[in-house]
């Protein structure tokens, strides 16, 4: 795989090609078309695509214009899932938005925008997932939600709100320094905005893509899974081309070994991830059946995004699968960290549910 190509070239064909392969859009399906293209000419012996119907997303124009203490366009995106808007508002600050942020401001949100930072500003220090952070927003009533990038360049972050369903306050994207700005003007006393948005919520289809490995017994699978889509923003090249191609180089060097192997192996690339893990979700309850016979699965997400030797294995529901997978790395030589992180952010957390081992890789 290392000395081959063909890793890059897929991941090239995935970006320029298909974009960001945003959840229902045409760049999700034609993506989709490529990737069950290339597994078919692999020989394996069952490739197919299941489809779902969802309440989509479809930007629209957006804007947020600061009134108080002066009246000036700010730079800003709507974040995917984002309802429609027309609303003024104050502005309150809520710090890394996590539950003890949001405890100190009381009352004093209800109505209001909430200004939040997107990463921890400690380094190291655990942060709450953006889905978090925005329904601690809506419980505490505010009218809003801006999301702050905390890396520097003026670049707005984004990142989806809802799942199957509109997000209950609309969201926004900002940069470092549009955000820091706000927040230096409420030092000095109360900043009001307008936030507009007109999006639309149609209803798609996204596609789960399947690809089958037989085992010397089909009884019992290995599930290795990943998301092909992303951002209607970006390219989407860490976070899941990555990914996507990490499993489709997995599945061509195992190809020639089918039926050689102790169990078979189900390669599944889900559809939908960033709009709420509608595609893993779907499957996980469609195959509920099929649980029983799922010996692990391992979900593969972002998995260069960072240096050298940065790769983690997150093992949340079985201390004995964490114990299998750091002794495999260790005897590989493999620079990766192993732990029981749980989390409920990738595709692997709808087959926790279910009881099943689960590990995750990013």
């Given at each position: 795989?290392?000395?081959?190509?063909r890793?890059?070239?897929?991941?090239?064909?995935?970006?320029?090609?298909?974009?960001?392969?945003?959840?229902?859009?045409?760049d999700?399906?034609?993506?989709?078309?490529?990737?069950?293209?290339?597994?078919?000419?692999?020989?394996?012996?069952?490739?197919?695509a299941?489809?779902?119907?969802?309440?989509?997303w479809?930007?629209g124009?957006a804007?947020?214009?600061?009134?108080?203490?002066?009246?000036?366009?700010?730079?800003a995106?709507?974040?995917?899932?984002?309802?429609?808007?027309?609303?003024?508002?104050?502005?309150?600050?809520?710090?890394?938005?996590?539950?003890e942020?949001?405890?100190?401001?009381?009352?004093?949100?209800?109505?209001?925008?909430?200004?939040?930072?997107?990463?921890?500003?400690?380094?190291?220090t655990?942060?709450?997932?953006?889905?978090?952070?925005?329904?601690?927003?809506?419980?505490?009533?505010?009218?809003?939600?801006?999301?702050?990038?905390q890396?520097?360049?003026?670049?707005?972050?984004t990142?989806?709100?809802?799942?199957?369903?509109?997000?209950?306050?609309?969201?926004?994207?900002?940069?470092?320094?549009?955000?820091?700005?706000?927040?230096?003007?409420?030092?000095?006393?109360?900043?009001?905005l307008?936030?507009?948005?007109?999006?639309?919520?149609?209803?798609?289809?996204?596609?789960?893509?399947?690809?089958e490995?037989?085992?010397?017994?089909?009884?019992?699978?290995?599930?290795?899974?990943?998301?092909?889509?992303?951002?209607?923003?970006a390219?989407?090249?860490?976070?899941?081309?990555?990914?996507?191609?990490?499993?489709?180089?997995?599945?061509?060097?195992?190809?020639?070994?089918?039926?050689?192997?102790?169990?078979?192996?189900r390669?599944?690339?889900?559809?939908?991830?960033?709009?709420?893990?509608?595609?893993?979700?779907?499957?996980?309850?469609?195959?509920?059946?099929?649980?029983?016979?799922?010996?692990?699965?391992?979900?593969?997400?972002?998995?260069?995004?960072?240096?050298?030797?940065?790769?983690?294995?997150h093992?949340?529901?079985?201390?004995?699968?964490?114990?299998?997978?750091?002794?495999?790395?260790?005897?590989?030589?493999?620079?990766?960290?192993?732990?029981?992180?749980?989390s409920?952010?990738?595709?692997?957390?709808?087959?926790?549910?279910?009881?099943?081992?689960?590990?995750?890789?990013?």
């Open positions: 795989i290392w000395a081959e190509g890793a890059m070239e897929h991941l090239v064909a995935l970006c320029d090609r298909f974009s960001g392969r945003f959840a229902g859009s045409d999700e399906l034609a993506a989709g078309y490529y990737l069950l293209g290339q597994l078919r000419a692999l020989g394996l012996a069952d490739v197919y299941e489809a779902f119907r969802y309440q989509g479809r930007r124009p804007m947020v214009t600061m009134l108080q203490p002066r009246e000036q366009p700010l730079d995106i709507a974040l995917p899932g984002s309802p429609p808007c027309d609303l003024t508002a104050r502005v309150v600050a809520v710090g890394d938005g996590e539950e942020d949001y405890a100190r401001t009381g009352d004093g949100l209800r109505g209001a925008v909430a200004l939040c930072n997107a990463e921890s500003g400690i380094v190291g655990p942060t709450s997932h953006r889905r978090a952070k925005y329904l601690r927003a809506v419980r505490a009533g505010a009218a809003a939600f801006l999301y702050v990038s890396n520097p360049g003026m670049l707005a972050v990142g989806g709100l809802a799942s199957a369903a509109a997000a209950p306050i609309p969201g926004f994207g900002l940069g470092f320094e549009t955000g820091a700005r706000i927040a230096r003007l409420l030092e000095g006393g109360e900043v009001a307008h936030l507009e948005g007109r999006h639309e919520l149609p209803e798609v289809t996204s596609r789960n893509l399947v690809a490995l037989p085992g010397a017994t089909r009884d019992d699978f290995v599930l290795v899974g990943a998301h092909y889509d992303g951002h209607d923003i390219q989407g090249a860490g976070d899941n081309g990555s990914g996507t191609v990490a499993l489709l180089e997995a599945a061509r060097v195992l190809a020639p070994f089918a039926g050689q192997l102790r169990r078979s192996v390669f599944v690339w889900f559809a939908a991830e960033e709009s709420g893990l509608l595609g893993s979700w779907w499957y996980a309850r469609s195959h509920r059946d099929e649980a029983g016979r799922v010996g692990v699965v391992l979900n593969l997400d972002s998995v260069v995004a960072g240096p050298p030797g940065g790769q983690q294995i093992c949340g529901n079985s201390r004995a699968l964490e114990e299998q997978v750091a002794g495999l790395a260790t005897r590989l030589g493999l620079d990766v960290q192993v732990d029981g992180h749980l409920s952010a990738s595709d692997h957390f709808p087959f926790l549910t279910l009881g099943i081992p689960v590990a995750t890789m990013g």
